[in-house]
C-alpha cells in the first residue's frame, strides 16, 4: 500500500476553517486540476510503498509518539513552480508541527522516502499549475485549524484500481487508516 501519514484537518472544531478552505478552493479557476474537498491535508511524511504485514508496527510506532497538540495558521496561496501545485502556507508554523513531522519521517520501522525538498508545511489544493500568471488567486482569509491528532493515510498506488473509493466526478480518494491523537 502507498502510504503518508498527514494532518487532516477534519476535527470538529476545524470545520468552519475547513469549509472555507473548500470554498476558495472551489472559486480558483484557470489552469490545473482541484484537489477533491476530501483529500485536502497537509502530508507529514510520505512512506511510499508499505508492505501490509508492516503496518501492526507502523500504527503502534505512531501511537506511541505522545506529542503535543498545536495550532495552524494560515499565510498565503503561492504557485510552486516544482511539484507544480498552487498550496495553502502557514504563518510561522510551531516548532511541535517539525518535531511531529520529523518523527513520522524516521520511524525506525519505516522511515519516510527520501526527499531532496526540506518539509515545508502545505496543504495542496491544485495540481498540474504550471504558471502562477494561469491561475486567479485571491487572498486568503487568515484561518487557523487546531491539530488535535494525524492520521495513516492510503493513496491509490493506480488510479485505474476499479476497488478504490472516488467522489462523486470520479476522482480517487485517500483512505483513513488510522487516526492518532495528539496530547
Ligand atoms: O501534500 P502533497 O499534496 O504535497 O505529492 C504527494 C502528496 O503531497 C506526496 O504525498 C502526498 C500524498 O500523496 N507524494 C507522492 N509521491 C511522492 C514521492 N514519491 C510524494 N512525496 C514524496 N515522494
Not at 104 to 119: C, G, I, N, R
Request: aromatic letters at 8%; charged letters at 20%.
Amino acid at each position: 500500500m502507498r502510504l503518508f501519514f498527514a494532518l487532516g484537518l477534519d476535527e470538529k472544531a476545524n470545520q468552519a476553517a475547513r469549509e472555507q478552505l473548500v470554498r476558495y478552493n472551489h472559486h480558483l479557476y484557470g489552469e490545473g486540476r482541484a484537489v477533491p474537498d476530501q483529500n485536502l491535508h497537509l502530508t507529514l511524511a510520505f512512506l511510499g510503498e508499505v508492505p501490509d504485514t508492516k503496518l501492526p508496527a507502523l500504527q503502534a510506532a505512531a501511537s506511541n509518539l505522545a506529542l503535543p497538540a498545536f495550532n495552524l495558521t494560515t499565510s498565503s496561496v503561492e504557485v510552486w513552480e516544482q511539484p507544480k501545485i498552487a498550496c495553502v502556507t502557514f504563518n510561522q508554523p510551531p516548532s511541535a508541527l517539525f518535531e511531529l513531522a520529523n518523527h513520522l519521517q524516521t520511524l525506525p520501522v519505516w522511515p519516510a522516502k527520501a526527499d531532496s525538498h526540506v518539509f515545508t508545511p502545505h496543504i495542496t489544493l491544485r495540481r498540474g499549475v504550471k504558471d502562477d500568471d494561469a491561475l486567479d488567486l485571491p487572498t486568503l482569509p487568515a484561518q487557523t485549524f487546531a491539530c488535535q491528532r494525524f492520521g495513516l493515510y492510503a493513496s491509490p498506488s493506480s488510479t485505474s484500481d476499479e476497488s478504490i473509493p472516488r467522489d462523486n466526478e470520479g476522482r480517487a480518494l485517500y483512505q483513513c487508516l488510522h487516526q492518532f491523537s495528539l496530547c
